[in-house]
């Protein structure tokens, strides 16, 4: 997940801006503004370090030539799109996650997310009502997304599990050094007042090689440790039994949901999961973008075939396209339109892939 202060999207006075900044400012991925750059569209230089470069008064100029166009596109997509994929349902919801109306009580069978971060927007410049992005302020935050664990709650079938992706946001206080904010325990509290019960916390330890920050070096005192973790957090909706909540199973699809011994002893051997993030560097579009494999492990050792799998916040579909993989339904909200677009376009254009074990 990408963390820190709210982005700026007003870079009058700057003569260059960076990629991310330049997709800020566009309105754009990390990705599509690559491609315009290969398309010759967006001028660009290159640092001796490698990094792209972008003049704003050429950021200006696309703008001028394109935004109309962009402008008219916007609003194209449906509230709801309904999906066949791989023989399976999967529904994206454009529209944010604080009034699943879609989706009656006790209906779906498993939710994995990962929540937008306060002051976190990467793809839209624009407010968007809803957007928790949007938001700038960790008590109003936490406020909003109490709405959206409720109805998680009240969705999820007895005796069924939420994993929530997050961890502890590192934020920069006036002074210019830093504190980080226990969004991890504060979200245990949280769900544990809704009802929810905690079972468990597992690391995701993130492969992919980070950006040296030398603090004080070479003197002690003021080194910066990198965050290479996050964690996914386990909860379970209660239930008066565990033989209720099987109950509309199938003997077939047990049968096809049957775990290897190799998967079963990957998923017990350990709660740390080493793996990169999905979309690292240049690949990004969502400030929330966990690999697929990690919806997949969840879905694969938590659910059953023919079942629903809920993201409330479900950025460009990670967790969608591991549940049309594995045989699953899903249902994903996403606030931001050209987001939901993504995750369509994705699922429409869905290729089969392997867990690994």
């Known amino acids: 997940m990408t963390k820190g202060r709210a982005h700026r999207t007003d870079y009058s006075g700057r003569n260059y801006l960076s990629a991310v900044e330049a997709a800020r400012y566009l309105r754009k991925t990390v990705r599509d503004v690559h491609i315009l750059v290969k398309k010759d569209l967006v001028r660009c230089t290159v640092s001796s370090s490698g990094q792209m470069r972008f003049r704003l008064s050429d950021l200006d100029e696309y703008r001028r030539l394109y935004g109309n166009v962009q402008q008219e596109k916007r609003g194209m997509l449906p509230r709801v799109s309904d999906l066949t994929v791989n023989g399976t349902r999967q529904r994206i919801i454009a529209g944010n996650s604080q009034k699943m109306e879609e989706i009656s009580d006790s209906s779906v069978h498993l939710a994995i997310t990962s929540p937008p971060y306060f002051d976190a927007k990467m793809y839209s410049g624009r407010h968007i009502e809803g957007n ?33 992706n997050i961890m502890n946001l590192p934020v920069r206080l006036e002074n210019g050094s830093f504190r980080a904010l226990n969004l991890t325990g504060r979200t245990v509290d949280l769900c544990e007042r809704i009802g929810f019960i905690f079972k468990r916390d597992i690391v995701w330890q993130k492969t992919n090689s980070v950006r040296a920050h030398f603090g004080s070096y070479p003197y002690p005192g003021g080194i910066l440790i990198n965050n290479a973790h996050e964690f996914i957090l386990e909860f379970e909706k209660p239930s008066r039994g565990s033989r209720r909540k099987y109950a509309h199973l199938t003997p077939e699809q047990k049968e096809r949901s049957k775990l290897n011994r190799e998967f079963w002893i990957s998923i017990k051997k350990s709660d740390v999961w080493r793996m990169a993030p999905e979309g690292s560097g240049d690949n990004r579009t969502h400030v929330a973008q966990f690999p697929l ?25 990670a967790t969608l396209l591991a549940a049309a993989g594995l045989g699953r ?18 699922l429409m254009n869905f290729k089969q892939f392997h867990v690994k074990e």
């Open 329 to 346: 339904n899903g249902v994903g909200y996403e606030v931001v339109e050209e987001i939901a677009s993504e995750a369509v376009n994705s």
């Open 293 to 317: 494999d990690l919806p997949a492990r969840l879905i694969r050792a938590f659910s059953f075939e023919g079942e629903t799998v809920l993201d409330p916040f479900c950025g460009s579909g």
């Open 132 to 164: 928790l992005g949007d938001i700038h302020d960790s008590e109003k935050w936490f406020n909003e997304i109490e709405e959206v664990w409720r109805e998680t709650y009240r969705v999820l079938q007895p005796g069924r599990r939420l994993f929530i």
